[in-house]
């Protein structure tokens, strides 16, 4: 069965930053995109960033392209989510996802979710 565990999120101040962390087990990771989305209250949940499998193709949203920056470990079987100069519209709980590589902005190409992690963002 896979799991995907997310941790590091925590209640920052804005202009703050967090380094968030998902590790992936029950099945090979390296083949797989991964993905950060993330839900604010009240909203549905968004696409942040993704990563193919190589770790050499990287896409965000125009909402925080240039402050956060995705990576992955293969072999530690983790991706990383680095987010910087937080704002509080970055409140929201923070999913990983692993799937497919192609169409890595899209929801439906993942077959997989953590549970979450919360980061909330005061002024």
């Known amino acids: 069965q896979v799991q995907l565990v997310e941790s590091g999120g925590g209640s920052v101040q804005a202009g703050g930053s967090l380094l968030l962390s998902c590790a992936a087990s029950?099945?090979?990771?390296?083949?797989?995109?991964m993905g950060w989305f993330r839900q604010a209250p009240g909203k549905e949940r968004e696409f942040v960033a993704a990563?193919?499998?190589?770790?050499?193709?990287?896409y965000y949203s125009d909402s925080v392209k240039g402050r956060f920056t995705i990576s992955r470990n293969n072999a530690k079987n983790t991706v990383y989510l680095q987010v910087n100069n937080l704002k509080p519209e970055d409140t929201a709980i923070y999913y990983c996802a692993s799937g497919r590589n192609f169409f890595v902005r899209s929801q439906s190409s993942y077959d997989y979710w953590g549970q979450g992690t919360q980061v909330t963002v005061s002024a």
């Open positions: 990563v193919r499998w190589s770790g050499d193709s990287t």
């Open positions: 029950g099945r090979a990771f390296s083949p797989y995109a």
